[in-house]
Nanobody, 118 residues
Framework: VQLVESGGGLVQPGGSLRLSCAASGFSFSNYAMKWYRQAPGKEREWVAGIGDVARAGDRARTYADSVKGRFTISRDNAKNTLYLQMNSLKPEDTAVYYC????????WGQGIQVTVSS
């Protein structure tokens, strides 16, 4: 299992970024996927989740209260890629973002830095 995040960077408050997570080594469409983040000095926290191909639709997407209405999780099963569209970014969204899946154990990407600052 390999998960590789991309798309992070520096953005001003109110701006947008789209993170991608390229997955390989497993049957991507058959597994739920999640985004987590870890800010400096804080524990890693869950951000959003999306169901597998059998559990499609908006009801299969869940969000932490802190990002609800601003972030959108999606997946392209043909491309084995997970996305996180982040709009109306705030300084408190600054963190390293990780994609995650659970297949008998947790698998993590290497993480990607997102910095929201003027």
């Amino acid at each position: 299992v390999q998960l590789v995040e991309s798309g992070g960077g520096l953005v001003q408050p109110g701006g947008s970024l789209r993170l991608s997570c390229a997955a390989s080594g497993f049957s991507f469409s058959n597994y739920a996927m999640k985004w987590y983040r870890q800010a400096p000095g804080k524990e890693r926290e869950w951000v959003a989740g999306i169901g597998d191909v059998a559990r499609a639709g908006d009801r299969a997407r869940t969000y932490a209260d802190s990002v609800k209405g601003r972030f959108t999780i999606s997946r392209d099963n043909a491309k084995n890629t997970l996305y996180l569209q982040m709009n109306s970014l705030k300084p408190e969204d600054t963190a390293v973002y990780y994609c995650n899946t659970y297949i008998y154990k947790n698998y993590w990407g290497q993480g990607i830095q997102v910095t929201v600052s003027s």
